[in-house]
């Protein structure tokens, strides 16, 4: 019986203590985690050609609150602030849904509206790379430069629509 007994103890010791070694592995998974973050200055360096919108089609989208919006959450994504996607589950369906239905009517064309899907979908890529803890740093920045380079197309077709539109050409 005490022998028995002697042998459930050290049974006990041996596979009951704790391994320090477990410890440490979360540790490192939590630093590994913390390196795929953005950082403004890692935004500042996508090589992208951007484009801006004309003047006479600025004065045109005054009205269109849902493009500014577009671009103020576009310039806090620049300063690496992705506060966006945390504020509101349906966040991106709901700016998307707004640009559609509030364009204005002298913009409203199906090149523009598909050039919002493009926008719409690079939004949603966004969102899931930056949700997933597992997302690299590269795939990350490969999102948000596929979100850039749909904004800034979205803006140059603006711009093409109303260049063409102030052409006069006259038929014969």
Excluded: H
Excluded at 92 to 106: F, G, M, S, W, Y
């Amino acid at each position: 019986m005490l022998k028995s007994f002697r042998f459930f103890v050290l049974f006990l010791l041996i596979f009951g203590c704790k391994d320090s070694n477990q410890d440490n592995t979360e540790i490192e998974e939590i630093e590994v985690k913390n390196t795929s973050i953005l950082m403004e200055a890692d935004i500042a360096k996508l090589n992208y050609v951007e484009f801006d919108l004309d003047q006479k089609v600025e004065t045109l989208a005054e009205s269109w609150e849902p493009y500014f919006e577009l671009r103020n959450t576009l310039n806090d994504f620049k300063k690496a602030d992705f506060s966006f996607f945390e504020s509101d589950e349906k966040a991106v369906a709901d700016l998307t849904k707004n640009l559609r239905e509030v364009i204005p009517d002298t913009l409203n064309t199906q090149a523009i509206l598909s050039r919002i899907t493009i926008i719409e979908s690079m939004l949603y890529k966004l969102k899931e790379s930056q949700t997933f803890d597992s997302t690299s740093k590269e795939n990350l920045s490969d999102a948000l430069k596929d979100l850039f380079i749909a904004y800034s197309n979205l803006n140059f077709q603006l711009n093409k629509k109303i260049e063409k539109e102030s052409q006069r050409i006259e038929r014969p």
